[in-house]
Nanobody, 121 residues
Framework: QVQLEESGGGLVQPGGSLRLSCAAS????????MGWYRQAPGNQRELVAT???????NYADSVKGRFTISRDNTKNTVYLQMNSLEPEDTAVFYC???????????????WGQGTQVTVSS
């Protein structure tokens, strides 16, 4: 079993910053893509940003220029630096990982438990 441990959520004022972290642990060969999704009350879960093992990134239009996704392959950790936060960013953020599992080798999708991000004055 692979576990995704998230941290860094909290309450910030509009215009502020947060950095989310998600560390993968357990049994796996490697991690392909990692990313962040978010879900606000009454809304569907939506993609925020993803990053491949090679560093290729993809962002939702609403966060381009404000959020930066990165990863440390040595630590099996993905980060989301969120700047210029807006009240509309308020949501539960979920870590996502596409893992190459072992025995047998296959790709398996895992989700974190979610961390609350609240942007309010």
């Amino acid at each position: 079993q692979v576990q995704l441990e998230e941290s860094g959520g909290g309450l910030v004022q509009p215009g502020g910053s947060l950095r989310l972290s998600c560390a993968a642990s357990g049994s796996f060969f490697s991690i392909n893509a990692m990313g962040w999704y978010r879900q606000a009350p009454g809304n569907q879960r939506e993609l925020v940003a993803t990053i491949t093992s090679g560093g290729r990134t993809n962002y939702a239009d609403s966060v381009k220029g404000r959020f930066t996704i990165s990863r440390d392959n040595t630590k099996n950790t993905v980060y989301l630096q969120m700047n210029s936060l807006e009240p509309e960013d308020t949501a539960v953020f979920y870590c996502h990982a596409a893992v190459f599992a072992t025995l047998p080798l296959r790709e398996v999708i895992y989700w974190g438990q979610g961390t609350q991000v609240t942007v309010s004055s």
